[in-house]
Structures are given as structure tokens and as C-alpha cells.
Nanobody, 128 residues
Framework: QVQLVESGGGLVQAGGSLRLSCAGS????????MGWFRQAPGKEREFVAA???????????DFADSVKGRFTISRDNARNTLYLQMSSLKPEDTAVYYC??????????????????WGQGTQVTVSS
């Protein structure tokens, strides 16, 4: 069982930056594929970014087209923490952001059903 707690959301002007954090409770955090999703009012939850173990002592990163070049994902396994650095924010980035974890080695990173555990979400609001 993994508990995930997001933090770092808030209100920011368009063009600004925010860094979201996701603290995990598991001592085997490094073994989990981790992802960020977001959900705007009236819309379905959508994939933002993910980091997965490559098996060669590195992690691969995957991003939705809408955030490529603006968002980065990273993890600190010693701190059991996942990050999402968001830059050049746009009003359309406004949503509740969720982190998610999967214990499986191979997943479809952009699919919500790939993930076993979810955080409670943190609100990001970008004003124009």
C-alpha cells in the first residue's frame, strides 16, 4: 500500500512557474512507476507526465504533448518524493493535479488504469 500526498499547488499568473511535490509513504518508492495527471472542471482526468524505471539504472520520462518543453518530471528516491516543475504556465493548465503510482514494471503511462495508487490532488490555478 502506498499513500501519496501532493503539495505545491496555488494561484499563479500566466507565464509563471510552480513546482508540485508528491510524497510517497513506501520504502520501495524507487520501484514504482510514477505519474502526474490533471483534471479540469467538467473534463476527464488527463495524463501530464510520468517517470518509469528503464532497468538500466535510469528512469525514462514521458510527457503529454500539451506540456512538452514546459514541464519536467523528476524524483528523489531517497526522499520518496516525486516532482513536477511547471514553467510558462497557461490558463488552460488550470486543474487539480494528481500524482499516481504503479507497482507494475511495464505500463501504459498515459492511462489512468495503469496506476494503483492516487493522491488527493492539489489545485493549480493560472490567471490570464
Amino acid at each position: 500500500q502506498v499513500q501519496l500526498v501532493e503539495s505545491g499547488g496555488g494561484l499563479v499568473q500566466a507565464g509563471g512557474s510552480l513546482r508540485l511535490s508528491c510524497a510517497g509513504s513506501s520504502s520501495t518508492f524507487r520501484n514504482y512507476a510514477m505519474g502526474w495527471f490533471r483534471q479540469a472542471p467538467g473534463k476527464e482526468r488527463e495524463f501530464v507526465a510520468a517517470t518509469t524505471w528503464t532497468g538500466r539504472n535510469t528512469y525514462a520520462a514521458d510527457f503529454a504533448d500539451s506540456v512538452k518543453g514546459r514541464f519536467t518530471i523528476s524524483r528523489d528516491n531517497a526522499r520518496n518524493t516525486l516532482y513536477l516543475q511547471m514553467s510558462s504556465l497557461k490558463p488552460e493548465d488550470t486543474a487539480v493535479y494528481y500524482c499516481a503510482a504503479s507497482s507494475r514494471q511495464t505500463i501504459r503511462t498515459g492511462v489512468t488504469s495503469s496506476y494503483d495508487y492516487w493522491g488527493q490532488g492539489t489545485q493549480v490555478t493560472v490567471s490570464s
